[in-house]
T-cell receptor
Framework: NAGVTQTPKFQVLKTGQSMTLQCAQD?????MYWYRQDPGMGLRLIYY???????DKGEVPNGYNVSRLNKREFSLRLESAAPSQTSVYFC?????????????FGQGTRLTVV | AQSVTQLGSHVSVSEGALVLLRCNYS??????LFWYVQYPNQGLQLLLK??????LVKGINGFEAEFKKSETSFHLTKPSAHMSDAAEYFC??????????FGTGTSLTVIP
Protein backbone atom coordinates (compact mmCIF):
# COMPACT_ATOMS: atom_id res chain seq x y z
CA ASN A 1 0.00 0.00 0.00
CA ALA A 2 1.25 3.45 -0.89
CA GLY A 3 -0.58 5.08 2.05
CA VAL A 4 -0.14 8.86 1.87
CA THR A 5 1.84 10.20 -1.08
CA GLN A 6 3.15 13.75 -1.27
CA THR A 7 4.67 15.53 -4.25
CA PRO A 8 7.13 17.05 -4.68
CA LYS A 9 9.64 15.85 -2.08
CA PHE A 10 11.86 18.91 -2.43
CA GLN A 11 11.24 22.41 -3.76
CA VAL A 12 13.09 25.71 -3.85
CA LEU A 13 11.04 28.84 -4.49
CA LYS A 14 11.88 32.48 -4.86
CA THR A 15 10.05 34.96 -2.66
CA GLY A 16 6.71 35.82 -4.24
CA GLN A 17 6.40 32.67 -6.34
CA SER A 18 3.43 30.39 -5.96
CA MET A 19 3.18 26.61 -5.82
CA THR A 20 0.85 23.78 -4.90
CA LEU A 21 1.81 20.82 -2.74
CA GLN A 22 -0.07 17.69 -3.67
CA CYS A 23 -1.26 14.95 -1.34
CA ALA A 24 -3.14 11.75 -2.09
CA GLN A 25 -4.15 8.84 0.11
CA ASP A 26 -5.32 5.42 -0.99
CA UNK A 27 -6.79 4.22 2.33
CA UNK A 28 -10.32 5.58 1.76
CA UNK A 29 -9.84 7.94 4.72
CA UNK A 30 -12.37 10.66 5.39
CA UNK A 31 -10.17 13.27 7.08
CA MET A 32 -6.98 14.87 5.82
CA TYR A 33 -4.54 17.39 7.26
CA TRP A 34 -1.63 19.64 6.39
CA TYR A 35 1.10 20.27 8.97
CA ARG A 36 4.34 22.18 8.92
CA GLN A 37 7.36 21.08 10.93
CA ASP A 38 9.90 23.60 12.13
CA PRO A 39 12.93 23.01 14.37
CA GLY A 40 12.04 23.27 18.04
CA MET A 41 8.35 23.77 17.31
CA GLY A 42 7.09 20.31 16.50
CA LEU A 43 4.23 19.96 14.04
CA ARG A 44 1.67 22.70 13.67
CA LEU A 45 -1.64 22.28 11.89
CA ILE A 46 -2.17 24.53 8.88
CA TYR A 47 -5.52 23.34 7.52
CA TYR A 48 -7.64 20.25 7.75
CA UNK A 49 -10.55 18.63 5.96
CA UNK A 50 -12.82 16.61 8.21
CA UNK A 51 -14.61 15.11 5.23
CA UNK A 52 -14.86 15.53 1.48
CA UNK A 53 -16.25 18.95 0.69
CA UNK A 54 -15.18 20.66 3.93
CA UNK A 55 -12.02 22.49 4.94
CA ASP A 56 -11.13 24.43 8.08
CA LYS A 57 -8.27 26.52 9.40
CA GLY A 58 -5.83 25.11 11.86
CA GLU A 59 -3.29 26.82 14.07
CA VAL A 60 -1.20 28.57 11.38
CA PRO A 61 -3.29 29.12 8.22
CA ASN A 62 -2.02 32.56 7.13
CA GLY A 63 -0.41 32.53 3.70
CA TYR A 64 -1.95 29.20 2.68
CA ASN A 65 -5.03 27.90 0.92
CA VAL A 66 -6.27 24.35 0.52
CA SER A 67 -8.52 22.34 -1.76
CA ARG A 68 -10.11 19.00 -1.02
CA LEU A 69 -10.32 17.92 -4.63
CA ASN A 70 -12.03 14.61 -3.87
CA LYS A 71 -11.92 12.02 -1.12
CA ARG A 72 -8.36 11.00 -2.03
CA GLU A 73 -6.67 14.33 -2.67
CA PHE A 74 -5.95 17.37 -0.52
CA SER A 75 -3.70 20.11 -1.89
CA LEU A 76 -1.95 23.02 -0.17
CA ARG A 77 -1.27 26.22 -2.08
CA LEU A 78 1.18 29.00 -1.33
CA GLU A 79 0.02 32.01 -3.32
CA SER A 80 3.03 34.25 -2.66
CA ALA A 81 5.83 32.40 -0.92
CA ALA A 82 7.77 34.07 1.89
CA PRO A 83 11.03 33.00 3.58
CA SER A 84 9.01 32.35 6.77
CA GLN A 85 7.31 29.52 4.90
CA THR A 86 10.56 27.61 4.62
CA SER A 87 9.67 24.37 6.39
CA VAL A 88 8.94 20.70 6.00
CA TYR A 89 5.31 20.09 5.12
CA PHE A 90 3.48 16.90 6.01
CA CYS A 91 0.15 15.67 4.80
CA UNK A 92 -1.73 13.23 7.02
CA UNK A 93 -4.99 11.35 6.94
CA UNK A 94 -7.27 9.62 9.44
CA UNK A 95 -9.99 7.10 8.79
CA UNK A 96 -12.69 9.09 10.48
CA UNK A 97 -13.40 12.15 12.57
CA UNK A 98 -12.82 10.64 15.99
CA UNK A 99 -10.80 11.29 19.15
CA UNK A 100 -8.74 8.12 19.12
CA UNK A 101 -7.87 7.96 15.45
CA UNK A 102 -4.38 7.10 14.29
CA UNK A 103 -2.93 9.51 11.76
CA UNK A 104 -0.98 8.28 8.73
CA PHE A 105 1.65 10.63 7.38
CA GLY A 106 3.30 11.19 4.05
CA GLN A 107 7.08 11.44 3.75
CA GLY A 108 7.04 15.22 3.66
CA THR A 109 7.91 18.05 1.29
CA ARG A 110 11.00 20.05 2.13
CA LEU A 111 10.38 23.62 0.95
CA THR A 112 12.98 26.38 0.88
CA VAL A 113 11.97 29.95 0.03
CA VAL A 114 14.88 32.22 -0.88
CA ALA B 1 -6.73 23.96 23.66
CA GLN B 2 -4.69 20.98 24.65
CA SER B 3 -0.93 21.10 24.89
CA VAL B 4 1.93 18.72 25.46
CA THR B 5 5.39 19.37 26.85
CA GLN B 6 8.32 17.14 26.05
CA LEU B 7 11.20 17.63 28.45
CA GLY B 8 14.55 17.36 26.76
CA SER B 9 14.92 18.10 23.07
CA HIS B 10 17.87 15.71 22.86
CA VAL B 11 18.44 12.47 24.75
CA SER B 12 21.47 10.21 24.42
CA VAL B 13 21.63 6.67 25.74
CA SER B 14 24.08 3.83 25.37
CA GLU B 15 23.06 0.77 23.41
CA GLY B 16 21.36 -1.62 25.82
CA ALA B 17 20.45 1.10 28.33
CA LEU B 18 16.99 2.19 29.39
CA VAL B 19 15.23 4.72 27.19
CA LEU B 20 13.01 7.27 28.95
CA LEU B 21 11.37 10.07 27.00
CA ARG B 22 9.15 12.43 28.98
CA CYS B 23 5.79 13.87 28.04
CA ASN B 24 3.38 15.92 30.12
CA TYR B 25 0.01 17.11 28.91
CA SER B 26 -2.51 19.72 29.92
CA UNK B 27 -6.10 18.72 29.64
CA UNK B 28 -9.36 19.56 31.29
CA UNK B 29 -10.94 16.36 30.04
CA UNK B 30 -9.60 12.81 29.71
CA UNK B 31 -7.29 12.98 26.73
CA UNK B 32 -6.26 10.57 24.04
CA LEU B 33 -2.48 10.38 23.98
CA PHE B 34 -0.09 9.18 21.32
CA TRP B 35 3.59 8.62 20.71
CA TYR B 36 4.84 8.92 17.14
CA VAL B 37 8.33 8.18 15.80
CA GLN B 38 10.01 9.88 12.86
CA TYR B 39 13.03 8.26 11.24
CA PRO B 40 15.33 10.47 9.17
CA ASN B 41 13.71 11.82 6.01
CA GLN B 42 10.46 9.99 6.68
CA GLY B 43 6.99 10.85 7.89
CA LEU B 44 5.70 10.09 11.35
CA GLN B 45 4.39 6.67 12.29
CA LEU B 46 2.42 5.60 15.30
CA LEU B 47 4.29 3.88 18.15
CA LEU B 48 1.41 3.55 20.59
CA LYS B 49 -1.73 5.25 21.83
CA UNK B 50 -3.70 5.59 25.04
CA UNK B 51 -7.48 5.68 24.72
CA UNK B 52 -8.67 5.26 28.34
CA UNK B 53 -8.36 1.49 28.49
CA UNK B 54 -5.28 0.07 30.26
CA UNK B 55 -2.98 2.72 31.71
CA LEU B 56 0.12 0.81 30.60
CA VAL B 57 0.20 0.77 26.83
CA LYS B 58 2.49 -1.44 24.79
CA GLY B 59 3.56 -0.37 21.34
CA ILE B 60 5.74 -1.51 18.51
CA ASN B 61 9.48 -2.22 18.70
CA GLY B 62 9.40 -2.91 22.47
CA PHE B 63 8.25 0.55 23.52
CA GLU B 64 5.64 1.17 26.17
CA ALA B 65 4.12 4.16 27.94
CA GLU B 66 2.23 4.62 31.17
CA PHE B 67 -0.64 7.06 31.59
CA LYS B 68 -0.51 8.73 35.01
CA LYS B 69 -3.45 11.02 35.53
CA SER B 70 -2.19 12.35 38.87
CA GLU B 71 1.04 13.50 37.22
CA THR B 72 -0.54 14.37 33.84
CA SER B 73 2.24 12.37 32.25
CA PHE B 74 2.62 9.83 29.47
CA HIS B 75 6.33 8.94 29.45
CA LEU B 76 7.73 6.58 26.83
CA THR B 77 10.13 3.81 27.86
CA LYS B 78 12.07 0.93 26.41
CA PRO B 79 14.14 -1.37 28.62
CA SER B 80 17.07 -1.78 26.24
CA ALA B 81 17.98 0.69 23.51
CA HIS B 82 18.95 -0.52 20.06
CA MET B 83 20.85 1.40 17.41
CA SER B 84 17.75 1.33 15.22
CA ASP B 85 15.83 3.33 17.84
CA ALA B 86 17.71 6.50 16.90
CA ALA B 87 14.98 8.83 15.68
CA GLU B 88 12.82 11.76 16.69
CA TYR B 89 9.90 11.03 18.97
CA PHE B 90 6.76 13.11 19.28
CA CYS B 91 4.13 13.00 21.98
CA UNK B 92 0.65 14.13 20.87
CA UNK B 93 -2.78 14.66 22.38
CA UNK B 94 -6.12 14.80 20.60
CA UNK B 95 -9.09 16.82 21.65
CA UNK B 96 -12.77 16.97 20.88
CA UNK B 97 -12.08 18.52 17.49
CA UNK B 98 -9.99 15.59 16.38
CA UNK B 99 -6.98 17.82 16.07
CA UNK B 100 -3.67 16.51 17.20
CA UNK B 101 -1.47 18.77 19.28
CA PHE B 102 2.12 17.70 18.98
CA GLY B 103 4.97 18.28 21.35
CA THR B 104 8.20 19.80 20.11
CA GLY B 105 9.88 16.42 19.79
CA THR B 106 12.80 14.61 21.41
CA SER B 107 15.73 13.47 19.32
CA LEU B 108 17.09 10.15 20.57
CA THR B 109 20.72 9.24 19.95
CA VAL B 110 21.93 5.73 20.70
CA ILE B 111 25.63 5.43 21.42
CA PRO B 112 27.29 2.14 20.48
Amino acid sequence: NAGVTQTPKFQVLKTGQSMTLQCAQDMNHNSMYWYRQDPGMGLRLIYYSASEGTTDKGEVPNGYNVSRLNKREFSLRLESAAPSQTSVYFCASTAEWAWDTEAFFGQGTRLTVV
Amino acid sequence: AQSVTQLGSHVSVSEGALVLLRCNYSSSVPPYLFWYVQYPNQGLQLLLKYTSAATLVKGINGFEAEFKKSETSFHLTKPSAHMSDAAEYFCAVSDTGNQFYFGTGTSLTVIP
